[in-house]
């Protein structure tokens, strides 16, 4: 499960989020008076960010879309979303945690299991010969008591760095996330079970779809003029 199916699955998703980052569109905004591919490159590289105040309201009365509404700077909130960026990397960054432990007990163990049960899983195998197999390996057993504990303290070296890896994954996905990985599930059962007009939703807050972008330029006149960006976050 560690080294071959989450390996295999963080892979995958890391080439589909690759595939969609380089070669598709990974971001579109909206506005008018800046040229579509500017505004896309400049909020890709700045990122985008939502106000964490404005989560709570009607989609189309009062807010545009959850997160995405009008707001005074030095007075509301601002939530970047850094993480954007960054999925495909971590996601390929996580396989190679999850394949470590495997890959140093491969190195370290280098094929003795398998050697010392040579024959004795072939059915062409006669049974005098598997007998003789079995002897030899409890005499290798009964020789060699107590001389391969340092084999065994590199086994237990990698269970070890199973479970730390596991455990590690969640704070690393907590800090990539801003601190909301560790809450995440439980705020979304909340959600759930809140008062439609009530509620903030922590997956518009998390993983927003749609998020602003504030694109500065200079006007004819000089002064510095700005505009805001209506971004659509399709991975």
Excluded at 8 to 28: C, E, K
Excluded at 111 to 135: A, F, H, T, W
Excluded at 142 to 161: D, G, S
Excluded at 207 to 219: D, I, L, M, Q
Aim: proline letters at 5%.
């Amino acid at each position: 499960l560690h080294y071959k199916a989450t390996v295999i699955i963080l892979v995958a998703f890391s080439l589909l989020v690759t595939s969609r980052q380089y070669i598709g569109d990974p971001i579109d905004c909206i506005v008018d008076e800046i040229p579509p591919q500017v505004m896309d490159t400049y909020c890709w590289i700045y990122s985008t960010f939502t106000i964490p105040n404005r989560l709570i309201g009607r989609v189309g009365k009062d807010v545009a879309h959850q997160g995405v509404a009008p707001h005074v700077e030095g007075e509301d909130t601002i939530k970047y979303h850094k993480y954007y960026q960054w999925v495909c990397f971590v996601l390929f960054f996580q396989a190679l945690l999850f394949y470590v432990p495997r890959y140093l007990w491969k190195t370290w163990e280098g094929g003795r299991i398998k050697m010392l049960v040579l024959d004795l899983n072939y059915p062409v195998v006669s049974d005098e010969c598997k007998k003789d197999r079995k002897q030899l390996l409890v005499d290798y057993f009964v020789t060699n008591l107590h001389m391969q504990n340092f084999y065994a303290f590199r086994f237990f070296i990698c269970e070890v760095l199973n479970f730390v890896n596991v455990v590690g994954q969640i704070f690393f996905m907590d800090f990539f996330l801003d601190g909301e990985f560790s809450t995440y599930g439980s705020d979304v059962l909340k959600f759930t079970e809140m008062e439609p007009e009530d509620r903030e939703d922590p997956m518009a807050r998390v993983f927003p779809k749609v998020t602003k972008c504030t694109f500065h330029k200079y006007g004819p006149s000089g002064s510095v003029q700005k505009f805001d960006g209506l971004c659509v976050l399709p991975l």
